[in-house]
């Protein structure tokens, strides 16, 4: 476990100079999923508090979850950092369909690799079983795909990481832009955490296994064969720009929309 001697000021290892941040409580709506396991490993090793920051990380109550849910909140003042989905991102700060929002990405959470997405999503099984169920097949991420498999013989039929879709973005971690602006010491410190938790995340399995098992629930025999996503450091946004074109080209996004991704990015 790593200390911290001070809450006024961040370094250490990887960190770069002293910060003497703005604020030092930090609360983290994520969205409940392996994509947000960067952060949970950051939270679990100290790294957090190797910033001089205490964070505080609440999966989004609501039933299915509902990245939405974590925006209002956050515009709220409730949540300082979220954890979502960036289509409900783009939405929101487009006003596109959703309430207008000025929306900062300050990280990747993860991307697309095999077998991630295939087949919380948790009442997916009980519909697709259901006695009087109309459905043949249904959409859902990991941990879901592994648990649905296991307990409910559920079987999967496709791999969405392929063709245009392959390596793409699923998740980030976003806040306001007035946030952003208003606490940038308490930001950078949290990102300098955050992109340690990503490095393990992306480099040592137990340490994710560890992490979903905690966060999330999941037993020790399915999390060691749930399919990983890649959990990358930073953010890109000529990646990002695939969500837009994506959600464009399926009629998410009015045709003709231009929008480049960099404005949504520090420092893009």
């Known amino acids: 476990m790593i200390a911290t001697t001070s809450g006024c000021s961040s370094g250490g290892p990887g960190g770069g100079a002293p910060l003497k941040l703005e604020k030092t409580n930090i609360v983290v709506d994520a969205f409940p999923a392996i994509d947000s396991a960067g952060l949970y ?23 299915p979850p509902s990245t939405q849910d974590l925006i209002d909140g956050q515009e709220k003042g409730t949540y300082d950092i979220t954890a979502g989905d960036y289509v ?25 690799q095999p077998n991630v997405l295939a ?18 097949a249904s959409f859902a991420p990991e941990p879901f795909v592994s648990l649905d498999e296991a ?21 980030g971690y976003a806040v306001t832009a007035a946030w952003a602006k208003k606490y940038p010491n308490t930001l950078l410190a949290f990102t300098r955490a955050l992109a340690q938790g990503q490095e393990i995340a992306d480099t040592n399995r137990a340490a994710v ?4 098992e905690q966060y999330l629930g999941i037993p020790k025999e399915t999390a ?45």
Not at 41 to 63: M, N
């Open 41 to 63: 490993i950051a939270q679990t090793e100290g790294l957090f508090a190797a910033q001089g920051l205490h964070v505080t990380i609440v999966p989004t109550p609501k039933i």
């Open 88 to 112: 409900t991102y783009i939405e929101d700060q487009l006003g596109a369909g959703a309430p207008k929002a000025d929306l900062r990405i300050i990280a990747e959470a993860s991307f697309l």
């Open 119 to 136: 087949l919380p999503f948790p009442g997916v099984a009980t519909a697709l079983t259901a006695p009087n169920s109309h459905l043949s």
């Open 151 to 171: 307990g409910a013989d559920i079987q999967e039929l496709a791999d969405l990481d392929q063709g245009f879709t392959q390596d793409f973005p699923i998740q």
């Open 209 to 212: 296994e560890g992490a979903i």
């Open 224 to 268: 060691a064969f749930i399919s990983l996503p890649t959990f990358p450091l930073g953010v890109d946004p000529v990646r990002l720009q695939r969500v837009v074109s994506a959600m464009t080209r399926f009629n998410l996004l009015p045709q003709g929309t231009k929008f480049n991704m960099s404005s949504m990015v520090i420092g893009g």
